[in-house]
Structures are given as C-alpha cells and as structure tokens.
C-alpha cells in the first residue's frame, strides 16, 4: 500500500522537477511542464496578460480612428476652402478680362483721353499680373488679398465708366 501512496508523489515529484527551466509557451512544452504550468497558473498570467495588452490596442485603436475622423474632416474643409478659394480667383480671371475688353474698346475710341487711358491699361495689366499670381501660388489664406484685388477690380471699373462717359 504504501508504494501505491509513493507512487503519485514519485510521479508529481518527475513531473515538476523541471519545472524552473519550463518555457511558457505550451507548444513548446511537453507534457511535465505543460502540467506544471497549468497547475502553477502560469497560462492564466499569461492569457490575463494578453487581453490587457488587447484592450489596450482596442483603445489605441479606437482613439486612431477618431483622430483620423477628425483628419479628414479637416481635409473636408481644405478642400472645400481650397474651391472656394479657386471660385473667386476664376472670377478674378474673368474680371481682368473684361477689364481687359473694357481697355480694348476704349482704346479704340478717338475721342478717349490717351493719357488717361495709358494710365487705365498700365493699371489693368498691373491688376492681371497680380490675379495671375494670386491664381498660381493657390493659397486659400489669400482672402485678404482677392477682396483687395476685387476693390480694385471695382475702382478701375468706375474710372472705366467715367472715361466713357467723358468722352
């Protein structure tokens, strides 16, 4: 009776004996050390181990998403501002344009002041230069600016009106 007593604890004792040289990873464990590892709640650690580092990825990612949320809300806006900004230099471009006409067909009236009209042409090509600039570096912080080439759009249009009506 009693080498039936012994023989589990011969048994346990085989079993355990490695177990301080044991890996946690069960698949490369065998049997003893799988054993010893479950009993002593290593696998347990280490499954309470990986879902607090899952929950804390879960968060990271979480908190990713809505910061790509916000980012591209943000390019939402951009863009939107980025159209705008291009709507209102198209209608600059059309302005000088007919800015430009305007000039035209003074120029071709006989009875129109040259020198103010050489003065009128030198300011519509200054204001087509700068649209054109306006136009080609494309920044929507340029607001200030097409309103200021808009007043001046307005105030060649009234010397226009004026010389034509001088005349």
Known sequence: MTKLFLAPLVLAAVVLSGCADCS?????????CATANL???VYEEDDAKIRREIAALEARRSL???EAT?????ANRLRGERQAYARRVAALTFETATLNRQVADLNS???????????????ERDL????????????????????????RIAALQTQIRQIAQAS
């Not at 946690?24 to 003893?32: A, H, K, N």
């Not at 087509?128 to 007043?151: F, I, K, W, Y």
């Open 39 to 41: 009993t002593t709640g």
């Open 128 to 151: 087509s230069t700068q649209v054109l600039d306006l136009s080609e570096r494309g920044d929507p912080g340029d607001a200030a600016e097409v309103e200021r080439l808009n007043a």
């Open 64 to 66: 990713l998403e809505e």
């Open 109 to 123: 009236r006989a009875d129109v002041n040259r020198q103010q009209l050489a003065q009128l042409r030198a300011q």
């Open 24 to 32: 946690r990873d069960p698949s490369q464990v065998g049997l003893g």
């Open 70 to 74: 916000r980012y591209r809300a943000d």
